[in-house]
């Protein structure tokens, strides 16, 4: 919101990821404006000397509430450099899906299949490394205490997770029905400035809702089967009755 702090429409949250510490924000009440000058600013600054994996910058990632951002940050998110400025417009689509026998979702609205293929990438993390990392919640172990255990299982989340050693398709984790999306579309500039400069901003407070609905149920289909009968046949309930007629006067009649 224009003229208001972050602090005053928003909280933030410390997380951990496998990135490292990550800073999430999320904003208290709905979104009433739009547009590229009622944006959310950022000035970031960077002061590690070392980085994490050799990558420098900084990782940003909007997301669903619901959605587990611990490896989402790494493959979903988008990279901005010092010197740079972005703007990132949002956009959100609607999913909305049928169960079936054939493609099964949860309509649960508080479940994500996020947090359940997040949960499963740090159970198979577990088990090749014996002990947890910072970023490993919701799992029951103990946590990586030396240098060498934290060594290895940096190595065995490259290995995983990086290095095709684990994949999203061998997890259980079945999808959601109600799905809510959020494209981001980015515009960079570069800036004189040692620090990246970052807006935020909805293009506009319209969404795009997909929606499956039943097109051929049971009662069309008996509909369509008893008036294709009816073609071909020429037949309809009068007439067959008047068939049972003639079969009953022909058999009183001997």
């Known amino acids: 919101m224009r003229g208001k702090r ?13 990135l490292g510490i990550c800073y999430q924000y999320k904003v208290r009440d709905p979104v009433q404006t739009s547009g590229i000058f009622n944006n959310m ?14 990558d420098s910058g900084f990782k940003i990632l909007i997301h669903d509430p619901r959605d587990d951002p611990v490896i989402d ?15 990132v417009r949002v956009a959100v689509r609607e999913f909305k899906t049928i169960p079936t026998k054939r493609w099964p979702c949860i309509t649960n609205t508080s479940y994500s299949s996020s947090q359940c293929i997040s949960r499963c990438f ?54 959601q029905c109600n799905e809510d999306i959020y494209s981001m579309f980015t515009e960079a500039a570069s800036t ?25 149920d049971t009662i069309a289909l008996l509909c369509d089967i ?5 073609l071909l046949l020429g037949a309809s309930v009068l007439t067959f009755m008047e068939f049972l007629e003639v079969v009953l006067v022909k058999c009183l009649h001997r």
């Open 226 to 230: 008893g008036g294709t009968l009816g």
């Open 41 to 54: 600013y950022l000035l970031l600054h960077d002061t590690e000397t070392h980085y994490y994996n050799g």
């Open 6 to 18: 972050c602090e005053e429409v928003g909280s933030w949250s410390t997380i951990y990821t496998v």
């Open 122 to 175: 740090l159970t198979a993390l577990y088990a090749h490394t014996g002990c947890l990392m910072p970023y490993m919640h919701g799992i029951s172990g103990r946590p990586c205490n030396t240098s060498a255990e934290y060594t290895h299982a940096t190595k065995m989340e490259k290995e995983l997770l990086f290095y095709g050693g684990w994949r999203h398709s061998q997890c259980e984790c079945m999808k």
């Open 73 to 87: 940050i790494r493959t979903h998110g988008t990279t901005i450099n010092q010197g740079w400025g972005k703007d």
């Open 192 to 216: 004189a400035r040692d620090s990246a400069k970052l807006r935020v901003f909805f293009q506009d407070l319209t969404y795009d809702e997909v929606s499956e609905e039943i097109a051929y």
